[in-house]
């Protein structure tokens, strides 16, 4: 019988950006969960299409975005990093058993809305005479993914804890360098995408500290100890504090990036 858990590969393993997103739209929060099964690792994942082309981030450049080609440029990037965040929370429901039932309808929510996001962004670049793909693009997010597989602390440590979290630095930024060319499309879609991550980060968190605790561990130190594990990106200022508050990091953790 099909479960959450199960039906989260066929959106995982679609090549198609469009069909991915729609698929994610269209997973039931209703399924029975099956929180114990191991489910063998399907071929194929994650499904991406041919185009864009991916390379490293260091050979990604960006037209002035005085330029449409530019400000398409900037819109496709954030496009495909919504894409490998659909990837990223459908992966964690299926790949992670023994989880509580709330912790895979958490993650099928934010692929939903990872969807919506990608979908929205999507749209607004046909509406500039582009398309996602039409932009070369880079892997390090589904990077990560590879390798935090086989720990599911280390999973949601690393990649909403620090990477989406440094989302939510970024955001105010992009927005304001959007806005000041005259996209405030584009302005407006980033506030519902920060809004949302926002509810994303904090359920990473809420998952990081419950694994903690169910393993005897301190959250800062194993934090600490899993950057350095997996080698993660250093954080970097400017840091969206008031973001990254209601997201549900701790004063201690902020006093660490420099408050």
Same mark, same amino acid.
């Given at each position: ?150 720990? /599911? $602390? =280390? ?10 979290? %440094? &989302? +939510? @630095?970024?955001?105010? #930024? ?26 994303? /980060? $904090? =359920? ?10 169910? %393993? &005897? +561990? @301190?959250?800062?130190? #194993? ?28 004063? =201690? ?7």
């Amino acid at each position: 019988m099909l479960s959450l858990r199960t039906s989260v590969i066929g959106p995982l393993l679609a090549q198609d950006a469009f069909e991915k997103a729609q698929g994610a739209l269209a997973l039931s929060l209703e399924l029975p969960v099956d929180t114990q099964s191991e489910i063998p690792s399907p071929v194929g994942i994650p499904g991406r299409p041919a185009r864009p082309r991916l390379v490293l981030p260091t050979a990604i450049k960006h037209a002035s975005l005085k330029t449409i080609e530019g400000r398409a440029a900037l819109l496709h990037s954030i496009a495909h990093i919504e894409l490998n965040a659909i990837d990223l929370a459908l992966d964690i429901v299926w790949r992670f058993s023994g989880m509580p039932a709330q912790f895979y309808r958490d993650w099928v929510s934010i692929a939903k809305e990872e969807a919506l996001h990608f979908t929205l962004i999507r749209n607004h670049l046909l509406s500039l005479g582009f398309d996602y793909g039409d932009f070369d693009a880079h892997n390090s997010l589904w990077e990560m993914a590879e390798k935090t597989k086989h720990d /599911v $602390l =280390a999973r949601v440590a690393l990649v909403p804890r620090t990477l989406e979290a %440094r &989302g +939510l @630095d970024a955001s105010p #930024a992009v927005k304001n360098k959007l806005v000041s060319v005259g996209d405030k499309k584009a302005g407006e879609i980033l506030d519902v995408i920060l809004k949302d991550e926002i509810g994303h /980060v $904090l =359920a990473g968190n809420h998952w990081y500290r419950w694994l903690c605790r169910q %393993r &005897g +561990l @301190d959250p800062i130190s #194993a934090y600490a100890d899993l950057t350095q594990k997996y080698d993660a990106p250093k954080l970097r200022p400017p840091f969206n504090f008031e973001a990254r508050r209601l997201a549900g990091f701790e004063e =201690a953790e902020l006093l660490g990036l420099g408050v």
